[in-house]
Every structure is written in C-alpha cells, then in structure tokens.
C-alpha cells in the first residue's frame, strides 16, 4: 500500500498528516509541485540479480516510462538485502534534473524536503514520482531492502548526486517504521 506522511520540518518524529488513498496522495503532493501516479505493473522481477538482467526483464517499462518523460539516463536501483557497496541513499541530496523514480518490484521511502515540509512516500510496485531539478531528497529502504526501482533523468549529467550535508533526513521515521 502506498502511503504518504507529511511532517514539518521541525517534528520529523511526528507526521502532521498520513494518507493512503492515492488520489488523496496524488493532490496533496501537487499541491507541493510534485507529481505522483501509479500504472499496475504484470512484470515479475527479483531484486538482487545482476543488473543487466533486470534491465533487459524491465526493457519494455522502462523504455516505456523514458520516452512518456522524455528521459534518456536512467540509474538502477536492485537490491535484495544490504550492499555495503552501495551508495548511502538516505543522506539527503539533490540533482540538475527532473528526476522520475518509479517503483518496479518490491517498495522503497523517497522523502522531498519542500521549504518548511517533508513529503515522504511509501512507494510500491507500479508507483511514480515526479521529483523537480534540486528538490532536497532521499530514499530509504528499510532494514533489509527488497526493491527495483529506476531513476530517470534527461541526462547522465544531470542524474549526479550532490549531498548536502544535511544530516536532519535521518531523523525522520524511516520505511520500516510505518
């Protein structure tokens, strides 16, 4: 179930608001500039294989979702347990672009701090988020993370990350506390 919980910046232990109807989701985040959808998905894909085989089982959604948004980069999220390799996704950050980060399998949190407010997504498998050029974000994924999610970007450029140092994202409530 998607779920999203509205805090003010200055509670993060305390959501001002928690809504699970996805047009209830889908307004209120307009209201804050972005753009939430979900499109059912039939694909049947397990996180944690080698990324090249998730991308050519996704191929047909995922060319799908580039060319509806006009994206031309897109960067994998595939995970099935913890990867200490992996990039630490819960320090906040910001990209160039416009950014479409769409759920295929599993869920993940992506939290959009907007002036005084943090959005923050419970996104299931079929869920889209459209997230504005350097809007402060993160994504959690929970304790033990099961998830296939894309990035999408309208170009490698504009994908790069840029922490902003700001250690307040992790005192928000993460995935597994909801």
């Not at 996180?47 to 006009?70: I, K, N, T, Y």
């Amino acid at each position: 179930m998607s779920i999203l919980c509205v805090f003010h910046a200055s509670s993060p232990g305390l959501p001002n608001k928690v809504l699970t109807h996805l047009d209830d989701i889908a307004n209120t985040l307009a209201q804050a500039g972005l753009t939430f959808s979900h499109t059912p998905i039939e694909l049947r894909v397990r996180p944690g294989g080698s990324d090249a085989h998730v991308l050519d089982a996704c191929r047909v959604h995922l060319d799908q979702l580039m060319v509806r948004h006009g994206s031309a980069a897109c960067r994998l999220i595939n995970r099935d347990g913890v990867d200490a390799a992996q990039a630490d996704l819960r320090a906040e950050h910001v990209i160039a672009s416009d950014e479409v980060f769409a759920v295929v399998t599993g869920r993940a949190q992506l939290a959009v701090r907007v002036e005084d407010w943090v959005y923050s997504v419970m996104c299931e498998k079929g869920d889209q988020l459209l997230v504005p050029a350097g809007a402060r974000r993160w994504i959690e994924l929970g304790d033990n993370p099961f998830c296939v999610a894309v990035r999408l970007t309208k170009d490698e450029q504009g994908a790069q990350l840029a922490f902003t140092g700001d250690e307040s994202a992790r005192l928000f409530a993460a995935i597994d506390e909801f």
